[in-house]
């Protein structure tokens, strides 16, 4: 699963660009201007709050100790985890009385940068406890099979994945003016993360491939877990992307916060499914692969 954190990271640092590269048309937007989208925006970064440090690992605990896989890991690591999931609530409704009171939080960027910040401080109790990440168990037999992508994930899937990244390039270079500026900047990001989502899926098929007995079954539960968690992430993005779109072509640029928090509300709940989802299930007592 390190992976995964590590790609999380990757799309945190590439959002936070597209949070900053937007001209100066709405750099000083006064956010608390409305106070309708101020109040929802409160209420769903509060969700956030919760939802991914508060409801989710109690979530991933229930489902570790239904699981009985409760006495592979330390009583200290679940206290760990628990407590610094306990300090990221607070902090984060700190962070929540902060951006209600502050005035330098009064303009959008300020606020996107602490949305993304804060993400990422929910994420450090698994970085640091990555014991509790649910690994699949795969059957021996598994090892003698030929794994391709269509094993992994539906290949409609993959399908949606490809046209909405391709028809986002399309209709982006349709209206691109041919300036060298920050959203030319922005789409060089969008390319280079589909590519590295891409590259990472293909390594591990090839890792597969080459390996052979206990180290090809690790690898190929990495890849079950890995390839369906990538390809959402690239539906994820051109998504975020259509949807900046939209709110830039109607000047919404006030509900950026909103439609950010969302953004990563879904991302969280994305990981949270896939470090405790076993993608192998038994049928009539033998394994098979679950189609994503």
Known sequence: MNKIIATTVVLMASWSTFGQGIE???????????????????????VQIFGLSFFLPRF??????????????????????????NVVVITGLLVLALLWLHPTFSSIIPILIVIGVYFILQLSPLAFNKQLMVQPKVPAHLAQDSFSLSETIHPLVVGVAGFLFISYLTVYFLTWDGSLNTQLLQMVIFIG????LTLMIAINIHKVKQSKDEEKLKQIGKLLKITPFFVYISIGISLYYYGKMLLFGFELYEYRPIMMSIAFLLLGLLIYSQISFNPLQKKNGNFVKRRF
């Open 24 to 46: 100066g048309q709405w750099d000083g937007i006064i956010f608390n201007e409305n106070i309708i989208v101020g109040i929802i925006f409160k209420l769903v970064f509060t």
């Open 60 to 85: 991933l605990m229930r489902k570790i100790i239904d699981g009985r896989e409760i006495s592979t890991i330390s009583k200290p690591i679940v206290s760990r985890y628990t407590i610094m999931n």
């Open 193 to 196: 993360t589909n590519i590295y």
